[in-house]
């Protein structure tokens, strides 16, 4: 994982990594100083980002140990890290039904 995104979780157990059972594919990364990542976020997809610990700009937001961020706008990350960085990254996928109204009758 060391200054790439690895797969650690997904739907399908895709590159050895676990089995979840949900539309989500789970990255783990620690990014050395000045280095830098793009990702591609999977059409209809939103993200959450966790820091572990260091210091990551994310898409011009600074985020340091403990802080988290979400968008289901963006199409696309830059993760460039100021310090020694350690994150998680969720890519959170649509789940069937998502986004549909539930019928219930009284």
Known sequence: KKDRLKLIGSNEGREGSVVIHQNIDLYASLLGPGKSLQ??????SGFWLQMVEGELEVNGSKLKAG?????????????????????????LGKNPGDGEEENLEN
């Open 39 to 44: 990702y591609k976020i999977r059409p209809g």
């Open 67 to 91: 802080d988290a961020l979400y968008s289901d706008d963006e199409k696309a990350l830059t993760l460039k890290a100021a310090k020694e960085s350690e994150f998680l990254l969720f890519d």
